[in-house]
């Protein structure tokens, strides 16, 4: 990789040389500047080895995996997908030196012929990289003339680049997209999805205990308690920050000189810069035990992960969401609307509350669902502070859990990804982003809608 | 429009009933002014309250006490075979003088649980402390040196006033003879409180008086490099080509309800993206920074992109218009105008975009890199875990001293979020161009 740049370095020296030279020498004009003819001899030497290279390392697996079966014994073949995971596995144990007890002959003869391979991949790899850099500039430097129109072949390349890195935003949600519902779809091969939709009760079971049949009660996977458990902490969290948040908004927009605005806005947004495992860290040590010890000293039982301790802190981390949404939607309601109000003989708090807040309704109405959005995904507060009891309850003293505390707790570790328990985390995961990309699509909508009613 | 008739007011009773409302309007008027400044004060409340309850408890665990011992760096007895190496040092019998010298400063007990108490004391690293100080420091050999060695995260504790010597033996974690051992080094003075030297230097240990973020604080810094290689190029790409290149047709206009999409998909789901596609699909290994690299890459392009492009859009149309006018191509325009001048724009929100995945948890949960690891990473593809996460797994353990270290954690956590977004707002101040 690193000759190949060095190659392409000096292509464009050669390149913009001999651009220079023409210039000097000839009485025509040049099409194009030196450093362009530089830039696209480099260009050329440099992109189809490149290209060459990843091809190479990323095939090169892929076809010794498919030459290595021809070790593998005639079980192994005849076995499911599993069986020869299972194989490539031994196989490249032996190849990184890893070995765990008695190798079987067929795995060392792989083994050692997957090394063989490798060794000679990088030679081809290497001789092959190299030939093409070379020839490839050596093809592009040989068209650099006075007429060529090098800026216009580098401008279009460039131009590709930068198409091809704003692909990378739809590659990214394909990958998401994908990587969850294939794991749904067989998910939802093992469980019914309506079992799942609609199901009460959440109990994952490792396929290992089921299986081997020792009890343990059979696995359920409804999905009912930790969404109501979701909704619950948001709602919690919504109590909090909605009423707070909202009336920041007011007075930072309405009544704040701007010194106290400059002040106040900037100490708001620090809350929303917090880490959100720092609030967990806040709510599991301090809230916790202070909401435990309040309810316990009026008489109420409140379980040591309540929802409420959760929903209390997940309020403080959106405050600042809401406010400075709701903020800028006040702002952006026409002066000429207060000044009529106020010509009317209103007083600032009656133009607020009967003609700023209708106007700023949508908007406001969207930060408040952004919010939600926000508080349904927030994970690092549940995981450390709310409980993993999946209990259907609406109680907001019980320990619940939530969608993204399951998803944590099933994901993080070692786990098989045959096993239902593992993929109910997809399955989960897929209803988390539907969930939140309605509640993003609502917001929008509504903004949309009531957007342009004032100007 | 109604067929409500009004009574007709005359301009008297007018008056007076304006009068009669006035008061109440103003009392209204007083108590939504209260109510703003109450929300903002609660809000506020809140960040103090915050701050408070973390520097409360991380201050302190910036410090921990050490004891003082005189130790005899015998040459025989840690380096037997007298080469001086890690390897035959590692024959050496530090304990041993450790435990002599600590003998010797509490007036030499006899009996076996005395001595066994008295070895609960001092850290159980302290006999790789001692190691390190004398490769360090070899001409001090067959020397007499005091060297302060960290005290057992219980004694430690003790020592904080958290473990009253009301409570019952039975009942704390330290015994009464523990208690009069450290009484006595107390009143020689041997017993110091100091800057931890572990929680900067040391790597994660399930011994709370040696655990160090140095080794989550690599991993964050090399995983914050390959997030900020991959993610700025790729957003500032994005963005110039949305703003100044790309037709209107459904191919932008899908990236574009992509990259918006993309802003609100929670956390997590990246995380699970990586695991299902970089670590299952791909086979690369877990916990590395590489890979928590590229989904917190993935994850922070949103902002970076939105962000570039406020930038890009900033830039007024005649600096292109003069720069076309002159016979610049449009990728001329770009590169030697347009995109120089968005430049801070683009980097504060880079910055923003990173501290954000500074700060990240969950996804990197979900690919792996809650391992404990000892070592310190060396590279991008070492295994190593980074500060959150560090922080996330020192909240689960049960040792009180943790929650120092782990409040500590956070601080140095918060000092770098806050320097970061200082910087950037900085950087737009000085930068900053009003066109």
Known sequence: MLTVLVISALYFIAGQRVARALRSNNAGKLHSLPHYHGVWAAVTSALPALFVLLTILIGKDLLFQFWARDYFPEDVMNGDTVDRAIALAKVSNVINGISFGEVEPWVQAAGDAWIRW???????????????????????????????????????ILTWMLIGSSLV???????????????????????????????????????GAERAGSGGGTATYGMVPMFVGTFLISAIALTVAIPIGLFSAIYLAEYATPRIRGIVKPLLEILAGVPTVVYGFFAALTVAPFVKSVGESMGLEVASESALAAGLVMGVMIIPFISSLSDDVINAVPQSLRDAAYGLGSTRSEAVRQVVLPAALPGIVAAVILAVSRAVGETMIV????????????????????????????????????????????????????????????????????????? | MTDRTYQRLDPQQAAERVKASINLRKRKETR??????????????????????????????????????????????????????????????????????????????????????????????????????VLDNPEQLESMVSIQFAVDDDVDTFLRGLISRETPEADRRISDQLIGYIDALEAEGRISYEISDYLFFGSASRDAEMAGIRGALVGSILTL????????????????????????????EIIEININNLAAVPSVVFGIMGLAIFIVA????????????????????????????????AVPPSIRDAALGVGASKMQTIMHHVLPLAMPGMLTGTIIGMAQALGETAPLLMIGMVAFIVDVPGGVTDPGTVLPVQIFMWADFAERMFVQKTSAAIIVLLAFLISMNAAAILLRKKLERRW
């Open chain 1, 169 to 207: 935003a739809i590659l990214t949600t394909i990958g998401i997209v994908l990587s969850v519902l294939f794991e749904s779809i067989r998910f939802f091969k093992l469980i019914p999805p309506q079992d799942f939709l609609f199901g009460l009760e959440w109990n994952p079971q490792f396929e």
């Open chain 2, 282 to 313: 791909f086979g690369m290994p877990r916990s590395i920074p590489l890979v928590g690299g590229i989904v917190l890459a993935l994850m922070t392009l949103p902002t970076i992109i939105i962000s570039s492009r406020a930038a890009i859009r």
């Open chain 2, 32 to 133: 939504f002014l209260w109510l703003g400044k109450t929300a903002v004060a609660i809000a506020l409340g809140f960040l103090v309250l915050l701050f408070a309850g973390i520097l409360s408890k991380g201050i302190p665990g910036l410090f921990q006490y050490y004891v003082t011992l005189d130790v005899r760096l015998d040459a025989r007895q840690l380096d037997p075979s007298g080469q001086m190496t890690v390897e035959s040092l590692a024959g050496g019998d530090f304990d041993g003088a450790i435990l002599t010298s600590l003998y010797e400063a509490l007036g030499n007990p006899e009996g076996r649980k005395e001595k066994r108490e008295a070895r609960r004391l001092i850290s159980s690293g302290s006999s790789q402390r001692l190691m390190n100080y």
């Open chain 2, 225 to 252: 490099l390959v997030c900020i290689v991959i993610a700025f190029p790729l957003g500032v790409a994005t963005a110039v080509y949305l703003e100044e290149m790309a037709p209107k047709n459904r191919l932008t």
């Open chain 1, 383 to 455: 995981v450390m502070a709310a409980g993993l009891a999946a209990n259907l309850s609406f109680n907001p003293l019980d320990a619940v859990t939530t969608v993204t505390s399951q998803i944590v707790t099933i994901l993080v570790g070692d786990q098989e990804f045959e096993s239902a328990k593992t993929l109910s985390a997809f399955a989960l995961a897929l209803m988390l982003i539907i969930t939140t990309l309605a509640l993003n699509y609502f917001a929008l909508q509504i903004v949309k809608k009531y957007r342009e009613q004032y100007d």
């Open chain 1, 118 to 156: 490798d060794a000679n991949a990088i030679v081809v790899a290497n001789s092959l990289v190299l030939a093409v850099s070379l020839v490839g500039g050596l093809l592009g430097y040989r068209r650099i003339n006075l007429a060529f129109r090098s800026r216009n072949y580098v401008e279009r």
